[in-house]
């Protein structure tokens, strides 16, 4: 049985909502790329390091699939703020190759 791109990239989310980061960092790609509206990040390891500080809460509005790119709308608690955030993941052989994030920073920028 094929296993769907949207599939994975949902595996990997509920597993860093239930801060269980070493099956999160199942579903990536050693070389893992991740560029967002703050910064970059360069390798699965470093990438999880920093969500198993961050400890963010996804709450998934819609999924959108076309082979192997997902484009999530969510949600995302970060400590405290909700903020409307849209993140476009790359498979490559079943696993997040990349993630590219966006959203307004406003709200976390805010003292």
Do not use: H
Not at 34 to 40: A, C, D, E, I, P
Not at 43 to 68: C, T
Not at 76 to 102: A, H, P
């Amino acid at each position: 049985m094929e296993i769907k791109a949207k599939d994975i990239v949902l595996k990997f989310l509920n597993a860093l909502n239930a801060e269980n980061f070493e099956a999160a960092r199942g579903t990536l790609d050693d070389n893992m790329q991740f560029n967002g509206v703050m910064g970059s990040r360069e390798g699965a390891d470093s990438y999880i390091n920093d969500m198993s500080k961050m400890r963010f809460k996804y709450d998934v509005l819609k999924v959108f699939e076309n082979e192997n790119d997902v484009c999530v709308f969510y949600d995302i608690d970060m400590n405290g703020k909700r903020i409307f955030t849209c993140g476009w993941y790359v498979l490559q052989d079943e696993k997040i190759k990349s993630l590219r994030v966006i959203f307004d920073p406003r709200p976390i920028l805010e003292k």
